[in-house]
């Protein structure tokens, strides 16, 4: 390890809860929210939960305790931990914090400023009679593709600026006045205000047809290997797995912590949030479409036409109080994308300070000026190709790829049984030699699976019918770059305290 990572200059966590919900809040986003309910009822309703939750005992919490025990051993960011483990493999932890922080959250952010805005709206129910014209034609005026890039949309650059500012600000903070503190509120109240929403959602008519139809198992769905792989999937993504920023959050542990109790609690309690919120967002659609005599089917929307589109439409419809409804729902989105977002922030920040020793203050201002700038592409009228595009290549290729390699870095070449033996002397609950075989063998497979599937139907079909000069030029080469970015970095010599 180089010298002066583990020094005593590095913060801690002032109390326990506040790295539990530090780390909850950077698991739960905007994906548990959108994307697990319409996952579990396209695969099978609640038969779907069998390979969800197989998944999350066999992949998600197995490499939770890679990464928690890892940042914990190490005592610093993902670059300062994987060149603790193998000076050569420094590149892959500035690999993950580089396409996240210059990737995943520069498009992340225009999505949590959409939340913002759709909750300012929520005011008055300023999208209309027609969600779907007002977001894609008023709030978008989107281009009719990737390389028409269009104007930028000022609605979208005012509350992109709101939330460029709200991550410098607690990130600005540091890890207990800023993240801690954030954490302390952001959690309580997101879970307070979906559980309110539920408890709304459940007493409207039609819900319970909604309901039925989010959980009823459909157990031939398990037949089909994409239902699996799409469980595998979910787990990998919405644990936070792989972004760098665990391993980060972990560093900041006293000596001795629950690893394996702590990676148990962060991961049901992220899964727990996606199966009360599916009940919410399943109990509007039941509503919606009892209201309009229609099938739930032909309500039911995935990702973000899901949130900007159908609910608003829903949530006009309530017969009482929809705009405090439409409030609580897009304040939960708001929480939810902020609480993911700072998390990636200080992932890199961390990452920054280990090795070059700057200042929290300058690190931090400076990623948030370019962090705006970077995420301006993703606010114009062809920001929408581009932020499904990048998303696309950058969760499918960057993020797997990069847990297929932490594993092999820290199950052969560091070798998963030291880890093992580090973790089982600070845990009461204490790992067994299989684990080892999950880090070696099990879980790279499996998301080599999720690798090569998602690699063979690229070469089948262009992604979303896509032209191949736009994914190559925009997905592909920002995979790249990041990565050239990362080998540049690592390259630059540590220095010392």
Known sequence: MKKGIASGHRPQWNTHIGFLLAAV???IGLGNIWRFPYLCYKNGGGAFLIPYFLALVIVGIPFMILEIGLGHRMRGSAPASCAGASTRWEWLGWWQVIFVMFGIVLYYSVIVAWSFYYLLLSFGLDWGADPNSFFFNDFLMISKGPFEVGNMRLPILFS?????????FIVFRGVVKGLERANKLFMPLLFLLILILVGWSIN???SSEGISVYLKPDFEKLKDMRVWIDAVSQIFFSLSLGFGILIAYASYLPKKSEIVKDSV???IANCSFSLIAGLGIFSVLGYMAHKLSLPIDKVVSKSIGLAFVVFPKAIGMLPAFSQLFGVLFFGCLLIAGLSSS????EAFTSSAIDKFHYSRK???????IAGFIGSTIFATQGGLFWLDIVDHFLTQYGLVLGGILECILIGWIYKAYVLRGHINSFSQLKLFSWWDYSVKIVIPVTLAVILMNGFLKEVTSPYEGYPWP????IGVGWVIFTLFFAIFVAARPW???
């Open 265 to 267: 609690i962060i991961s």
């Open 342 to 345: 700072v998390s990636i922030l």
């Open 362 to 368: 300058t690190v931090v201002s400076l990623l948030a």
């Open 495 to 497: 220095k010392d305290y």
């Open 204 to 206: 409207l008519p039609g």
């Open 470 to 473: 736009a994914l190559a030029l």
């Open 160 to 168: 992109l600026a709101v939330v460029w500012f709200l991550n410098w």
């Open 25 to 27: 809040g950077s698991a």
